[in-house]
């Protein structure tokens, strides 16, 4: 950095043009007055430390910011141009010389204890607070995943005899490894386990079979220490409202199953202590309004033995410190999710650090022979030097939703490998998915879309926004009041979910805002819906905060209906499906923080799914267009995905472009090797 830099009036520069947060240039100015000597590339050190957690990253990692400092820090913002960048003030510096600065700086030190309001750890810089969370949350799941359990001396028998229905020929005879058993096994001897895998590949069914190993042995151990037979406190729990009632919904019906004896290989009195309730994290951990704390901490721990959280890669760092710090010593914790998905909103990407190697796993011998005695599946081919915590770490890798004569599934496979050759040719091949190539959002192929749900190449009957529109109107009638009125209610909501826009980014035509717009315009000329007020009839909209007073969440999604009053105009009422089944109907005079959702983001959709999802990339490169981003789009479909392209060049540079978190917590739990 040449010392002639003018360092704030370009920092202003960047401020105003959007690039930087004001929240970044006011902890470098409030340090300054502190020390007025700090030196300029440590305040630049920390207002770009701000402004990568401001993008998900928990710290400022100075070696490979000064190794590749456009892509690192997204600079210039798209769509501008800079004449003094970040990357030519830091041209002259040197990693060592940098990292001296630093540790010289009196707003910096390297201990976890000490008080400057930075940390300097290696070659990462940190917010303290950050720091902090990174350095529990590793000691915690390393703490978890160093609890050894007993196990029964027929563990064999007993898993065998759990997943024997679920195995395929060539799972039965050995050829192939069967993974759930294997996570089963995993998770049976440890506090910790970690189960990432694509949509369908069986997450809950296991979760539930290894449930129902853990609470017979646990029963079995009450009884014979001539204790109440109570099993295990287990709970269950997800980041959103949204993925906490579809994993209710999904464990509700394999429990009523069980419960009903109908399920091989466990007894349905088990059935009585797996519980089908899921809750938030927030509301497991008892937040408290307007506050980042929570009722549930180290002083005050969860009261449970075991703690099941799905959709952990929307957990975030901050979020998985207050979870591990509320858990009791003694308790388990079983991480479900889909590493390949996008990482949180928040900063962070715990699931994804977690399981860096987990593709191609990397299993001590003593890791190995467990498993081949508790299963007998042989994985030699997955034996390495992984570190201890890896050796709780499973992907599941068969789905059992989209096989290969799916194109949802195929597709899904090819964006996450990257085979830009393969997402390309595989359009054609499949109805289950189509690809749009639109050259404005007047193109009446969006407007089909939109209202009907078709595309040229799609088979079967997907639908678009006429449908629930349609769902509404015809029970117009028929609709007061009471039962007969959550009846409609639940229909419409229903049929709302046949149909969703995805999209990359918030801005632009081809954004949240544009397309909302957009997709009013399209559904008003239609006359499905009247937009001369604000809430009308058919409105959906989405949580844009949690709003404790009303029980509603960020993320919840509810639609404006127009009930009968006994008379007159009918009234508005917004209703929410809330997780425990039942419908809440809300003033729109009292929310204030909702978005309408035509169009969501993706990162917004994550933990729901859709029947047919059409997802939208925008026309211009933008840094968020990730192979993570196109797969998690992909993977809210169930039945139907539809990519709306307005510039066809972007498909193949996204695919190819992965997300990067700068972090030091792969390091800190993947270090601790064997021997
Ligand atoms: N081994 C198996 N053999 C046959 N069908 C299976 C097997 N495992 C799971 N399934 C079925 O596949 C479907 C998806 O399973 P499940 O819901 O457990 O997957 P998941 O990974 O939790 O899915 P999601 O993507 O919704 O989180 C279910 O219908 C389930 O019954």
Known sequence: MSNNTPIWPQLEAYLDSGWLRPLDLALARLLQQQVPDTPEPVLLAVVLTSHQLGRGHLCLDLAAVLEAPDTLLALPPPGRRADNRPTDWIAGLTLAHWCQLLREAEVVDEDENGQAPLVLSGHRLYLRRYFRYECEVARALLALQRREFALPEDLNARLSALFAPLKDEAERSGREPHWQSLAAALAARSGLAV?????????????????????????????????????????????????????????????????????AGIDAEVGAVIPAEVDTLHRLLGARPDTRFFRHHADNPLHLDLLVVDEASMVDLEMMAALLSALPPTARLILLGDKDQLASVEAGAVLGDLCRYADVPRYQATTWAYLHQATGYDLSDFQGPGSDIEQQILMLRKSHRFGADSGIGTLARAVNRGEVGRVNGCWSAFGDIARLDLNSVQDPALSTLVLEGTAQGLTGTPRGYRHYLTVMQQGLDNHGCGPEGDAWARSVLEAFGEFQLLCAVREGPWGVAGLNQRVAEILASASLIRTDQPWFAGRPVMMMRNDYGLNLMNGDIGVCLPFADGGGQPVLRVVFPMPDGSLKRVLPSRLTEVETVFAMTVHKSQGSEFAHTALVLPDHPNPVLTRELIYTGITRARSWFTLLLPRADLLPSSVTRRTHRSSGLAQRLLETRPG
């Open 195 to 263: 189960i990432s895998g694509g949509p369908g590949t069986g997450k809950t069914t296991t979760v539930v079979r290894l449930l129902a190993l853990l609470q017979s042995l646990k029963l079995d151990a009450q009884r014979a220490a001539g204790e109440e037979a109570t099993g295990l406190r287990v709970r269950l729990a997800a980041p959103t409202g949204k993925a906490a009632a579809r994993l209710s919904e999904s464990m509700a019906g394999t429990l009523a199953q069980i419960r009903a004896g109908r399920v």
